[in-house]
């Protein structure tokens, strides 16, 4: 069973940055995970939906929600199956829950990010 383990939520004041890793364990020890899967990032705010804020699939190739365009990027190392989320000029509006996805096969428990002076 793959596993899913976000970390590197916190505080961070406006206009801070904040980088959050993704780690993937499970299956056969020799699996590339990121190999065969992509991995998506979801933002939760308060009493809100799950929405899709980045996504990078198995060829490497990215997408980003309209709303973090040029804020957020995306990454994975494939040799540690951790997948990353780097989180640049951040603001209130961004304070929430991250999860981190594999669509259809697994999800994070999530990892709170606090925007706040």
């Known amino acids: 069973q793959v596993q899913l383990a976000e970390s590197g939520g916190g505080l961070v004041q406006p206009g801070g940055s904040l980088r959050l890793s993704c780690a993937a364990s499970?299956?056969?020890?020799?699996?590339?995970?990121?190999?065969?899967?992509?991995i998506s990032w979801y933002h939760q705010a308060l009493e809100n939906p799950r929405e899709l804020v980045a996504a990078?699939?198995?060829?490497?190739?990215?997408e980003y929600a309209d709303s973090v365009k040029g804020q957020f990027t995306i990454s994975r190392d494939k040799t540690n199956n951790t997948a990353y989320l780097q989180m640049d000029s951040l603001n209130t509006e961004d304070t929430g829950v991250y999860y981190c996805?594999?669509?259809?096969?697994?999800w994070g428990q999530g990892t709170q990010v606090t925007v706040s002076s």
């Open positions: 499970g299956g056969r020890r020799s699996e590339g995970i990121f190999r065969l899967y992509g």
């Open positions: 990078i699939y198995s060829d490497g190739s990215t």
């Open positions: 996805i594999i669509p259809g096969i697994t």
